[in-house]
């Protein structure tokens, strides 16, 4: 199953991808009187328990009118009120590498905010003296129910599914101390879309391509399979600390390419665009603009 969300005036509200548009799932709901979470905080709430309702109600609704063009709707953050943000920083090999840095030797967790989250096609405004700015390609994992001291045989039944993630970066606020914080939790730096593609239809999550261009320019062109660390085992070892809850979300970190790693640097202005794509995941594109 495919969910994507969007902007009904100001309310965010759940749709489910299809051949026929996009189903208004709250729409839909109303309608049939079938029980049925019927908006993206409710169903990120059940986590993977909403999956059969959500089915349900996609086999039960026949009406033209419930089903509308997604190139006509405005796109909100995919998973709109996540609970916990947690990214890993160097969890790819090639990147450690291009970063001059040792490849860690357990996973290296940071957090980002909700302030950070930004959907597809929304401009992410940087300020004049963000002069630093990087993309970073990523393959996200949104959590399906509650982990807590799960094995890593375990964790992807945890997961309710994956989507793609830009983990923006100021890499001068970044390095200022030793706290990454700073220069990953500006306001829009996760864009995160279009869509949340359940675990079910991605049986392999170590074998799926991540790309990103700049501009149109190829400069991300890898596989998963270059983590360090897997899903699974970043999973496991991050409910050894703390309790994952449905509705959470995972950056699990980027390949090489990144502004950082190159020679000369020329870093995200204005006017730049950045696209990124996992392998059956849609593709998620941002402009930077002005703050």
Request: charged share 20%.
């Amino acid at each position: 199953m495919i969910l994507t969300t969007f902007f009904s005036g100001d309310t965010v509200k759940l749709g489910i991808k299809t051949e026929r548009g996009i189903l208004d799932v709250a729409a839909a709901v109303a309608a049939s009187g079938m029980s049925c979470p019927a908006s993206p905080d409710a169903v990120y709430n059940q986590g993977l328990r909403a999956l059969p309702a959500l089915q349900a109600l996609l086999d039960a609704t026949e009406d033209a009118a419930f089903f509308l063009d997604e190139a006509a709707l405005t796109y909100a953050p995919t998973v709109p009120n996540p609970g916990k943000i947690l990214c890993v920083g160097l969890n790819y090999r090639k990147h450690a590498a291009e970063s001059g840095m040792a490849e860690p030797q357990e996973p290296v967790l940071f957090s980002k905010f909700n302030n950070t989250l930004a959907a597809h096609g929304e401009d992410i405004p940087l300020q004049a003296d963000w002069a630093t700015v990087d993309y970073e390609s990523e393959l996200g994992v949104v959590i399906g129910k509650t982990a807590r001291n799960v094995s890593v045989d375990d964790a992807l039944g945890t997961v309710f599914g994956y989507c793609n993630m830009n983990d923006l970066s100021e890499r001068d606020l970044q390095m200022r101390s030793g706290q990454w914080l700073l220069g990953k939790t500006l306001d829009k730096f996760l864009p995160i879309g279009p869509y949340v593609v359940s675990a079910d239809a991605i049986p392999d999550p170590q074998n799926l391509s991540i790309k990103g261009w700049l501009n149109g320019e190829l400069r991300q062109a890898s596989n998963t399979a270059d983590m360090i660390f897997s899903v699974a085992e970043v999973i496991a070892y991050a409910s050894q600390i703390m309790t994952l809850s449905p509705g959470d979300i995972i950056s699990t970190g980027t390949p090489e390419g990144v502004i950082l790693g190159m020679q000369p640097r020329v870093w995200l202005q204005p006017g730049d665009e950045y696209s990124v794509e996992v392998a059956g995941l849609g593709r998620l594109v941002n402009r930077m603009v002005e703050a």
